[in-house]
């Protein structure tokens, strides 16, 4: 079959390059300052113009990208996005608005926080990473977050180095014409200057062995149990990603013997998954477990360390394998139902490689892991000295 035939991302795209490093494809807190609007269009001219052309607009954050979506018609198509290349360019907000959003985002954490999962996160990067922006989450550590009205000089500058056109993507994602579109990104975005911030992010060192932490909870809680081990950077070339994304499903996926055993027949855990998040930077493969009682925590730690060490020892079935290839690459592709899920999808992938081929890409190296490749990459990442365990329970009263 040939390779087009196999694509997974089978819609046509077309892509294109401008001279300031733009490409078109038809830092959390900063997420929020971008709603406040410039000179020519102060905040609620921009509101009312999404409002009048019946737009939805939203933004999120992760740890290599922000994404700022819009959903709009496509009469209206033009208009929204010389109001998006207007606050790319030219945005501006006082110091009490700064300071009124940094209140925002205290307020946000204190929310996420107070979730078991959140705050586990939080404190598994800060303690399986040293020197890496990845040692803290999106949001941030609570000292930087209260720091933060005092950082409004900086956020100029933030925004000075980041929203230029080499560090963006435009993803246009539905029945319009390429060239049309091309010509009114011209007109619209061609004129934004290149910068010159090079950003240069510290490599983290070899962890050099296990690492633990606990989290007494104040409230209620069932205990948590996360498992993590240094993991390897997203790539649609080498096949350490492929494998290690399908470990997770093949280890601990809700069809896995593992979930088999300690939710459905032992009851231990009612809730079990891992993550092989794709990441610019090596990042951390990720297994968390919430357990019904604390006596069985060290059990349940056990039995995942056992399904861990079970693919180093072994090479996994090759027909289960197979199944599980297949089953990734139908519900990704069921996935893509309409024009909002292809947007997000591809904002996802061109943040790591800025095009979609990258999908394609990804899903062929699925085709071509072998049980073999999960035993040597099995050995390779889930090693003690490369192991982090945190654990949050509820505190001793």
Known sequence: MAAAERDVFAYPYDQHDFDNGLRLIIAHFFEHMMFHGTPEVPPERYEDGLQETGASSNAYTDDDRTVYHTTITKEDFERILAMEADRFRNLEYPLEA????????????????????????????????????????????????????????????????????????????????????????ERHWGGWQRGSYVCRVPAEPQQEGARHAHIPWETHTLPYLMVAHRSTAYSDAATDCAVLDLISYLGFSENSPLYERLVIEEQTVDLLWASNADHVDPYLFTVLARVKEDSDVPAVQQAILETLAGFAGQPVEAGRLEDVKSHLRYRFALGLNHSEAIASTLAHYVSLRRTPETVNRLYRLYETVTPEDVMRAARTFFTESGRTIVTLAEASK
Not at 151 to 172: A, G, Q, W
Request: glycine letters at 4%; aromatic letters at 14%; zero cysteines.
């Open 98 to 185: 700064f300071q009124t959003e940094a209140l925002a985002v205290l307020g946000e954490y204190n929310k996420d926080s107070a979730e078991p999962v959140n705050k586990l996160m939080e404190v598994l990067r800060d303690t399986a990473f040293d020197r890496h922006t990845y040692k803290h989450t999106t949001m941030g550590f609570l000292r930087d977050i209260e720091a933060m009205p005092r950082m409004y000089d900086y956020s100029r500058t933030f925004f000075d180095r980041f929203y230029r056109p080499e560090y963006t993507t435009l993803v246009v994602v539905g029945d319009v014409d390429p060239g049309q579109v091309r010509a009114q990104v």
